[in-house]
C-alpha cells in the first residue's frame, strides 16, 4: 500500500515549522502502517500457499487411495475466559510457587466450546523450545506435575468459594 499523494494537514499549526512538524509524524504514522499492512499481507500470502500446498497433498492422497476429500478453511470465533475463574487460577499458581503470565493463544482448545456452557480457565505448561501443536511439542514430566499441582490448587480454591 503506497500513499501517492500526502494531504495538506493544518490543524492548529501556525507556523511553518508547526506544518512541518505535522507532515514530518503523519508521514512516519505511515510508515508504520504501510509497514504494517505488508507485513499482514506477507502473512496472507503465505497463509494462502500453504492452503495451495494441503490441497495438491490431499489430492495427490485422494488418486492413491481413490478416495475423496473435502478442505475447508474456517476459525473460530475467540474464547473469553472467565475473568474470576483466570484469577483463581493465577491465585493457585501462586500458591504453590508461580508466576501466572497471562497469554492469548491463538490455538483451538476444546475451551472454545466449554467457555459456551461453563465459566472456563486455562492452564498452561512450558513445552520445549516454546514449541506446541506440532510433532516436536514436549513437556518435561516436572513442568506436567507443577500444571497439575496448579490445577489441584485451584479446585481447592474453587470448592471454599461454593
Known amino acids: 500500500m503506497e500513499v501517492k499523494h500526502m494531504p495538506a494537514l493544518h490543524w492548529g499549526a501556525e507556523t511553518r515549522a508547526?506544518?512541518?512538524?505535522?507532515?514530518?509524524?503523519?508521514?512516519?504514522?505511515?510508515?508504520?502502517l504501510d509497514a504494517t499492512m505488508r507485513r499482514i499481507l506477507d502473512e496472507f500470502m503465505r497463509a494462502n500457499e500453504l492452503q495451495r500446498q494441503y490441497a495438491a497433498e490431499i489430492e495427490r492422497i485422494?488418486?492413491?487411495?481413490?478416495?475423496?476429500?473435502?478442505?475447508?478453511?474456517?476459525?473460530?470465533?475467540?474464547?473469553?475466559?472467565?475473568?474470576?475463574?483466570?484469577?483463581?487460577?493465577?491465585?493457585?499458581?501462586?500458591?504453590?510457587?508461580?508466576?501466572?503470565?497471562?497469554?492469548y493463544s491463538g490455538a483451538t482448545h476444546d475451551s472454545v466450546e466449554m467457555s459456551r456452557l461453563c465459566p472456563t480457565a486455562m492452564i498452561f505448561v512450558?513445552?520445549?523450545?516454546?514449541?506446541?501443536?506440532?510433532?516436536?511439542?514436549?513437556?518435561?514430566?516436572?513442568?506436567?506435575?507443577?500444571?497439575?499441582?496448579?490445577?489441584?490448587?485451584?479446585?481447592?480454591?474453587?470448592?471454599?468459594s461454593v
Open 18 to 32: 508547526d506544518r512541518e512538524a505535522n507532515v514530518a509524524e503523519l508521514r512516519e504514522v505511515h510508515r508504520r
Open 62 to 103: 485422494d488418486r492413491v487411495h481413490r478416495t475423496r476429500s473435502r478442505l475447508s478453511w474456517h476459525t473460530d470465533a475467540p474464547a473469553l475466559m472467565d475473568e474470576p475463574l483466570s484469577e483463581l487460577v493465577a491465585q493457585a499458581a501462586s500458591v504453590v510457587g508461580h508466576d501466572a503470565l497471562r497469554l
Open 126 to 160: 512450558p513445552s520445549a523450545d516454546g514449541r506446541s501443536h506440532c510433532p516436536e511439542e514436549w513437556t518435561d514430566l516436572a513442568d506436567i506435575e507443577q500444571g497439575i499441582r496448579v490445577l489441584a490448587q485451584a479446585v481447592i480454591e474453587a470448592d471454599r
